[in-house]
Nanobody
C-alpha cells in the first residue's frame, strides 16, 4: 500500500523559507507523479506543483512559480518542496498526493488522485 507522510511545516515570517518533505513508500513501479496541493481556510484546494518520478519534469502554479521548487531524492523516496519568499497568502495546509504515471499537462487541476498524505500546516506571518 502506498503511503505518503508530509513534514516540515511550521510558522515563518514573510520573506522566509521552509522546506516540506513528502516521504513515499509502497510504490511498485518507478512511474508515478508526486503532487503538492494546499488549502487555506475558506478557500478551495489549489494544486501548486507536480514532479514525475521517471523523468523529473515539474509543473508549477503561477502563484508559486519562481518562489517554490519541487525536487526528488529517489534514493530516499522523498519529494521536497522548497518554499522561498513566503507570503502571508501562502498560509495553508499543504498536502502531498500521488498517482500512477507521470504528471499530465493538467496535473494541477486534478484532485481525484489515488493517494494523499495527512497534510502539514504552513503559517506565514506578516
Amino acid at each position: 500500500e502506498v503511503q505518503l507522510v508530509e513534514s516540515g511545516g511550521g510558522l515563518v515570517q514573510a520573506g522566509g523559507s521552509l522546506r516540506l518533505s513528502c516521504a513515499a513508500s509502497g510504490f511498485t513501479s518507478d512511474d508515478y507523479g508526486i503532487y503538492w496541493f494546499r488549502q487555506a481556510p475558506g478557500k478551495e484546494r489549489e494544486g501548486i506543483s507536480c514532479i514525475s518520478s521517471s523523468h523529473g519534469s515539474a509543473y508549477y502554479a503561477d502563484s508559486v512559480k519562481g518562489r517554490f521548487t519541487i525536487s526528488s531524492d529517489n534514493a530516499k523516496n522523498t519529494v521536497y518542496l522548497q518554499m522561498n519568499s513566503l507570503k502571508p497568502e501562502d498560509t495553508a495546509v499543504y498536502y502531498c498526493a500521488a498517482d500512477w504515471g507521470p504528471c499530465p499537462d493538467d496535473a494541477l487541476s486534478l484532485f481525484d488522485l489515488d493517494y494523499w498524505g495527512q497534510g502539514t500546516q504552513v503559517t506565514v506571518s506578516s
